[in-house]
C-alpha cells in the first residue's frame, strides 16, 4: 500500500502561484510514476503532469505546459506542482497519485494505482 497526502491548495488571484506537495508514505517511494490530475466542478477528472522515478522524465498536459512544473524528492517521499500564472480555468481539486507504469505510458488514470485525497485550488478573476 501506498498513502498519498496532498497539501499546498488555497485561494490566490489570477497570476499567482502556488506550490503543491504530494507526500507518499507506506512502501518505497522511488520506484513510483508520478502523476498530478484534476477535476473541476462538473468535469471529469484530467491529466496534468507525471514524472518518471528517476525525475529526469516530465511530461504536461498542453494547458499547463509552460506554467506548472513537476518535481520529485525521492528522499523526503515528496512530489511537488508549482503551479504558476494560474488562470481562473485551474481550479479544480488537484490530486496526486502513483503507478508502476513507465512514464510513457503513464498519461491515462488507469496506470495509477493509489491516489490522494486532493487539494483544492481555486483562482479568483
Known amino acids: 500500500q501506498v498513502q498519498l497526502v496532498e497539501s499546498g491548495g488555497g485561494l490566490v488571484q489570477a497570476g499567482g502561484s502556488l506550490r503543491l506537495s504530494c507526500a507518499a508514505s507506506?512502501?518505497?517511494?522511488?520506484?513510483?510514476?508520478m502523476g498530478w490530475f484534476r477535476q473541476a466542478p462538473g468535469k471529469e477528472r484530467e491529466f496534468v503532469a507525471l514524472?518518471?522515478?528517476?525525475?529526469?522524465?516530465?511530461y504536461y498536459a498542453d494547458s499547463v505546459k509552460g506554467r506548472f512544473t513537476i518535481s520529485r524528492d525521492n528522499a523526503k517521499n515528496t512530489v511537488y506542482l508549482e503551479v504558476n500564472s494560474l488562470k481562473p480555468e485551474d481550479t479544480a481539486v488537484y490530486y496526486c497519485?502513483?503507478?508502476?507504469?513507465?512514464?510513457?505510458?503513464?498519461?491515462?488514470?488507469?496506470?495509477?494505482?493509489?491516489w490522494g485525497q486532493g487539494t483544492q485550488v481555486t483562482v479568483s478573476s
Open positions: 497519485a502513483a503507478g508502476t507504469w513507465s512514464w510513457t505510458l503513464a498519461r491515462s488514470q488507469d496506470r495509477y494505482a493509489y
Open positions: 507506506g512502501r518505497t517511494f522511488s520506484p513510483w510514476t
Open positions: 514524472i518518471s522515478s528517476s525525475g529526469r522524465n516530465t
